[in-house]
């Protein structure tokens, strides 16, 4: 059974500065990775997919990398503003079924 | 983009009542369609997985005569919550396999969910 951990659970940075979010996947036989935004009582935002057989993605100021043989994945936030301020989940992708960490709520302060 | 739609956003009933929730991709095709239900603080957890023209396939522990999911159409799937009570009250989120053929790698289109709050 896929075990998703995302480490940090919370954090709180000033604008500004470069994030690193951690996830940490159980079961390596995954298909893609699919890091989420959702802010408070709203549904989920696709932010980047990475197929298995890809190493990173990139989108504007964000970048996810994936080492599927270790069962890690990394979305880094470069330049972080307010706006940023949500909560942030990883996904990883068996044959069908997406499987959802526990999220990191991430504030940016002005 | 490919945009998954969901209704109603919010509903608001007494216990006892069945509500039912709709989910449906408004451009493309979507064999599979999926439910998920978030508690206040809490990660997105699988309730269903919900094929076109079949019976869904229910997640451990999720009972299936409470939780009724009917995929009529490659378009459209409908999550009934029969005999609701207030511990059925949650963040009803569906989403929509892009149906290219592509297996796993296909990607997931989430709708924007339905808040449910049960008197």
């Known amino acids: 059974k896929q075990e998703v951990t995302q480490i940090p659970a919370a954090l709180s940075v000033p604008e500004g500065e470069n994030l690193v979010l951690n996830c940490s996947f159980t079961d390596s036989a995954i298909y893609n990775l699919q890091w989420f935004r959702q802010d408070p009582g709203k549904g989920l935002t696709s932010l980047l997919l990475?197929?298995?057989?890809?190493r990173e993605q990139t989108s504007g100021r964000l970048n996810a990398s994936l080492d599927k043989s270790s069962g890690r994945s990394t979305l880094y936030i470069a330049a972080s503003q307010p706006g940023d301020s949500a909560t942030y989940l990883c996904?990883?992708?068996?044959?069908?079924?997406?499987?959802f960490g526990t999220g990191t709520r991430l504030l940016v302060s002005p | 983009g490919a945009v998954v739609s969901q209704h109603p956003s919010r509903v608001i009933c007494k216990s006892g009542t069945s509500v039912k929730i709709e989910c449906r991709s408004l451009?493309?095709?979507?064999?599979?369609m999926f439910w998920y239900r978030q508690f206040p603080k809490q990660s997105l957890m699988l309730m269903a997985t919900s094929n076109e023209g079949s019976k869904a396939t229910y997640e451990q522990g999720v009972e299936k005569d409470k939780f009724l999911i009917n995929h009529a159409s490659l378009t459209l799937s409908t999550l009934t919550v029969t005999s609701a009570h207030p511990e059925d009250s949650s963040f009803y989120i569906c989403s929509a396999d892009r149906d290219r053929g592509l297996g796993g790698t296909d990607t997931q289109y989430f709708g924007p969910g339905t808040r449910l709050t049960v008197l």
């Open positions: 451009d493309f095709q979507a064999t599979t």
């Open positions: 996904a990883p992708k068996g044959l069908w079924k997406l499987v």
């Open positions: 990475i197929q298995s057989s890809q």
